[in-house]
């Protein structure tokens, strides 16, 4: 009789659990409740259940171990936010797994923090909220971070410096939590770092440990990570103690557990801190692509052997190369094109591609880590090759919006030359949000708000006004691309030659071109262009 294995989610981060399920010869079912998820098909079979339905997901559960051709062995998830569901389906069926309560604790922050901290696990102190809050909380001081108890991939997530800050963020995380809860922490200082575990009757296994780039306060976007970490091997060593301690204080690792864990720790100036651990592999390509093509281990297959009750194997390292994965985003728009998708495919050293938009897409700049439009890996046995790959892929792919749009045009309008703030800004925190592609400083500002705009009735975009003070700057974009780069870049889309010139003519682009390429990178520049008609138009 096959055996058969019960897997939650069909989307692309459990695409490697039902490949790897289904090398190993096991019977794949995959449940998830969006029929078009994208990996559906890969699986032998497909059920629409909402991973949330805890007793829809348990009755599939029964009746698959009722199915006279196959043997349920275990459930699993990862990447999902549901590892509850997965423990409470193992714990009826008596299939390997996690405690429910111990579930709870990794999908609950608020029942995290309070784990931590009777387990003495250094962690932020912290409050829980229910609605806005009236007046400043008590026994907290600024900075602070607010976020829902109950969701994942940075939704809702923000830092606050301020009291309006903080009632800002706080009814945005109230939106996204499912039972309408939002924890409020200490801010943490400090860079950070991920970890994957696989754990088999209470032996936690390492799967690699990554560090984290994370960018655009007040939010907390990650554009890619890095893997292995360049931490040395004493930090390491106590970051994966902590992550350790913190995996039993939450009673993921039991004498009896088998499952997985994935980890967010910050080195503060007082030392490592948990941000938080979820009673799963990760969901942001470490534990299915750069773990792998960095070390040659296989976290998936060793949790899926663990789900079913069963000693993991392939865990153990057997190369030491570097694996990079990198991120592109977009202003806000429409997508209308997307260039040079192939070609960064294609680079040397990138092993994927992946896109989360395409054409007709809405797209906005990201304030969580599901806004973002696509990412690419790079595996290298030296850290320099991996990371430049990585990036220059990310940075080669061109996306054009549609114009006009009234999305696009309010970006681009907000903030720039007047530099509103959003709120009164903190030590890290930008004037404007979204933030400028361009950091330009205030004698830049300057020197464009007393450009001239020399734009005619039909503007050709053969000719921009020279700004050679921006343009010879050491200044980069978003992404890393230059200024040079940026124009090439809106020379590639929009097929205007934008030859710069000191002395205006007919068709001469000024101030509002040069605006457009420092608010909104290329993307801003190729918009203006295609808005006045001399783009061509996606």
Not at 41 to 49: I, P, T, Y
Not at 193 to 205: K, L, M, P, Q, R
Not at 286 to 297: C, E, K, L, Q, V
Not at 314 to 330: D, K, M, N, Q, Y
Request: net charge neutral; proline share 7%; aromatic share 6%.
């Amino acid at each position: 009789m096959r055996e058969s294995i019960l897997i939650l989610g069909a989307g692309v981060m459990q695409g490697p659990a039902i490949r790897t399920a289904k090398e190993m010869g096991l019977f794949t079912v995959a449940a998830d409740g969006d029929p078009r998820a994208v990996c559906a098909s890969m699986a032998d079979r497909f059920e629409r259940v909402d991973l949330k339905d805890r007793e829809g997901m348990e009755r599939l559960a029964l009746s698959l171990r009722a199915d006279s051709g196959t043997k349920l062995g275990g459930i699993m998830t990862a990447g999902t936010d549901f590892s509850a569901t997965v423990a409470w389906v193992a714990g009826r069926l008596g299939l390997p797994g996690i405690p429910f309560e111990a579930a709870l604790n990794a999908s609950d922050k608020e029942r995290m923090r309070s784990c931590f901290a009777g387990a003495g696990v250094p962690s932020p102190g912290f409050t829980v909220i229910k609605k806005v809050p009236d007046k400043d909380i008590t026994g907290l001081s600024y900075p602070v971070v607010v976020k829902p108890v109950d969701n994942m991939g940075g939704r809702g997530c923000r830092r606050a410096d301020t009291f309006a800050g903080l009632r800002d963020a706080a009814a945005d995380s109230l939106r996204f939590s499912r039972s309408g809860r939002a924890i409020v922490e200490s801010f943490m200082e400090g860079p950070e770092f991920s970890v994957d575990a696989v754990i088999y009757n209470g032996e936690i296994t390492v799967c690699g440990l990554a560090d984290r780039h994370i960018f655009f306060p007040p939010y907390f976007i990650e554009m890619g990570h890095t893997m292995p970490t360049r931490a040395g091997s004493g930090t390491q060593r106590l970051l994966l103690e902590t992550f350790e301690a913190g995996v039993r204080a939450l009673g993921i690792a039991g004498e009896h557990c088998c499952g997985a864990a994935k980890g967010d720790i910050k080195l503060t100036p007082s030392g490592p801190m948990i941000g938080e651990i979820a009673a799963r592999l990760s969901g942001g390509y470490m534990s299915g692509w750069t773990y792998p093509y960095a070390s040659g281990a296989e976290p998936v297959r060793g949790a899926i052997l663990a789900a079913l009750g069963r000693k993991p194997e392939g865990l153990v390292p057997v190369r030491s190369w570097t694996c990079a994965e990198r991120a592109f985003i977009s202003i806000p728009g429409k997508v209308g094109d997307i260039l040079d998708g192939e070609k960064a495919r294609a680079a040397a050293c990138v092993r994927d591609l992946f896109f989360r938009v395409e054409r007709g897409s809405a797209v906005t700049f990201p304030e969580n880590n599901v806004g973002k439009c696509g990412n690419v890996i790079a595996a290298a046995p030296d850290r320099e090759s991996a990371v430049s790959a990585a990036e220059k892929a990310a940075a080669a792919v061109l996306i054009r919006l549609q114009a006009p749009c009234a999305e696009t045009a309010a970006f681009l309008d907000a903030g720039l030359l007047d530099e509103r703030p959003c709120e009164k800004p903190g030590r890290d925190l930008p004037r404007i949000f979204p933030p400028c592609a361009f950091a330009a400083g205030p004698s830049l500002i300057s020197l464009l708000r007393d450009m001239p705009d020399p734009v005619p009735e039909r503007p050709a975009g053969d000719t921009i006004l020279d700004f050679p003070e921006f343009t010879s700057s050491n200044l980069a974009d978003w992404m890393g691309r230059t200024v040079e780069e940026s124009l090439d870049a809106v020379r590639r889309i929009t097929g205007c030659p934008l030859e710069a010139v000191k002395t205006p003519r007919r068709g001469t682009l000024g101030r509002r071109f040069w605006a457009a390429l420092i608010r909104g990178g290329y993307q801003g520049a190729a918009y203006l262009l295609d808005e006045l008609g001399h783009g061509g138009g996606p």
